[in-house]
DNA sequence: GCCGGAATACTCTGAGCAGAGTATTCGGCG
DNA sequence: CGCCGAATACTCTGCTCAGAGTATTCCGGC
């Protein structure tokens, strides 16, 4: 089991919201959604409800009443308890002082990245260099807005962190790219005539068996000496 | 459904180790652990047994032979197909090429750090800009050995790129907790002041009701226009 | 030669969660 | 005044996956 009870982070945008006022679920979505959180904390309603059940069963929430306004389906409010501030407080605590080991899909492809020939790594690193690009502009023109909105950092912090983010992966692709496209990157040669080999149907076993005959000089560096 | 059959980065590493040779599961788990692919591909046996299952259901490999050495438990050693080959060359491409929204829990934590007071989160987040100082230290001391071990480059650019990251989100941190501290950051005024009146025990409403009275001028930016 | 710990090689279970689906109601437009 | 689309407000299903547990075997030391 993981350290807290519920661990969705969308638990915690719940008791947030809670911790302001009591409110319905679908009262909480839309608040979130309002406020743009949805952007940083995943948000669907089948997470939603089973969520606020799990807060509930916990003792974090509890139900205040169930009011009906018009013909509209029965909503149960819900009051955040002492238990849930607590909760709320610390587990906010640690969000903000404890860096959690994240497992982002760009590392992954990376560390996978000699399955592919060194060539077309580089043009597909491109290709995301390009989205990148738009994505930053995207995401500049949609601080513009906000700000003529009135709004202040404070309610834009998390963006400015994505957006400092993404500007940090995009100057790690372009120098990647650059150092492919050069030949810079040490290694290149042997692992682009690695693939050459297997598509002429040699394995990685008789490969490796003799990696200097096969690759050159450079070969030497992609055995890992002991 | 999501456009992978299989979703689990663990089953893109499980093709990319069947592309080299066949194999049974827990030589792939070997492998991994071995190449420190584990850093970046979440590896957990549940996991890979059932990712294993599923990728041979959607026949994108194959069970060659069930051998047993001496005693040991029967083993089932697996081949890609060529199906796996297409999948995992196309799946990786994607990888590389394609940007996709990670939610950090970083973000969360910043997304809803109103909810404690402003000094509270620069002394949170001052400790985690240390945490990330000593995770660096480590990254660092792993290269090094890594280097000396006669690995090159080629094999260690995930772990560069999770490096360059985790120095691109000290620097931010480092950045808000200075604003924070020296008061540069727009608004920490009047968000403290809030938490003064809620410990009070004023409710959001009554303060929101009358911003600029409870909070001063500053208040009133904290209440988006429109 | 026997004991303990590491390595080998999985299996089981159940909670969590995503995505799709559903039913109702409101508001605006023709 | 009737229709359509958007908004409201959930419910259901099933799959994934993490973590813990299990059994065997090898190896090194005493």
Redo the contacts with the bound molecule.
Sequence with gaps: ??RR????PLALAVLSCLAERPM????IS?TLRERGKEQSI?L????L???VE?LQRHRLIEARETER????????VYAITQAGIDEFEDWLAELLSTPVKEYLSLEAGLALMPGLPPDVVARLLGIRADRLKVELGAVDAMHEQARAQGLVDLFLVESLYRRHMLAAELAFIEKLVADLRSGAFPGVKAWARVHELRAEGLSMEEIFADPVRHLGEEGRALVPRE
């Design positions: 089991m993981s009870r519920v661990n969705n319905h679920p679908y009262e839309s995943k669907n309603y089948g997470s409800y089973s969520v799990a306004a018009g013909k509209r389906p029965e909503r149960t």
